[in-house]
């Protein structure tokens, strides 16, 4: 069974920064691409970036909203990905999640929580 | 960018009736070189993570129930519950990856029961 599980959210001031992570088992993670998206607290899904397999280039692609801000890497050691976030705005409060994905998004984590706020 | 529109925003069908939601892309995701719709169909309901449903606009994902179909080409798309149970009260939202990486969602739309 595939399982995705996210933490390293919490309350960091604006400007802040903030490393997440999600633990992957069930599939083999590093023939994998995934995506983190976010949802802020009411509203809708926002994709957030992608990360591409090293087999296939490990190449990362991101929202313009956080491009040059957020960086999404991956540990295939250890079958877990992140999403590290610098210069954090009020804005980029939501729940964070990560997914699979193969063009559309097969599997997503839980989410983890992050708050930007003074 | 790609927008996705829903309509409606909410809707209340009665248990054992039709639901049809519709999803408008500002332009087509349709692939002329493999002639596929790149649009998914999603099911969040309160306090999960989103549920895959629909994918290649009409693939049904594996285990989901069969009352669950997607139709639709082009620009213009159609989630339909033929017959709404209880378990299927949630937020469904449409995805277009046509201009992968960068993929954007629809709003969502809010199905409850009469």
């Known amino acids: 069974e595939v399982q995705l599980v996210e933490s390293g959210g919490g309350l960091v001031k604006p400007g802040g920064s903030l490393r997440l992570s999600c633990a992957a088992s069930g599939f083999t993670f590093r023939n994998a691409w995934m995506s983190w998206v976010r949802q802020a607290s009411g509203r809708g899904l926002e994709w957030v970036g992608r990360?591409?397999?090293?087999?296939?280039?490990?190449?990362?692609d991101y929202a313009a909203p956080v491009k040059g801000r957020f960086t999404i890497s991956r540990d295939d050691s250890r079958n877990t990905l992140f999403l590290q976030m610098h210069s954090l705005k009020t804005e980029d409060t939501a729940l964070y999640y990560c997914?699979?994905?193969?063009?559309?998004?097969?599997?997503w984590g839980q989410g983890t929580l992050v708050t930007v706020s003074s | 960018d790609i927008v996705m529109t829903q309509s409606p925003d909410s809707l209340a069908v009665s248990l054992g009736e039709r639901a049809t939601i519709n999803c408008k892309s500002s332009?087509?995701?349709?692939?002329?070189?493999?002639?596929?719709?790149?649009l998914a169909w999603y099911q969040q309901k309160p306090g999960q993570p989103p549920k895959l449903l629909i994918y290649w606009a009409s693939t049904r994902e594996s285990g989901v129930p069969d009352r669950f179909s997607g139709s639709g080409s082009g620009t213009d798309f159609t989630l339909t519950i033929s017959s709404l149970q209880a378990e299927d009260v949630a937020v469904y939202y449409c995805?277009?990856?046509?201009?992968?990486?960068?993929?954007?969602f629809g709003p969502g739309t809010k199905v409850d029961i009469k």
């Open positions: 990360i591409k397999s090293k087999t296939d280039g490990g190449t990362t």
């Open positions: 995805q277009q990856y046509y201009t992968t990486p960068l993929r954007t």
């Open positions: 332009q087509s995701v349709l692939y002329s070189s493999d002639n596929k719709n790149y």
């Open positions: 997914a699979t994905d193969y063009q559309y998004n097969s599997n």
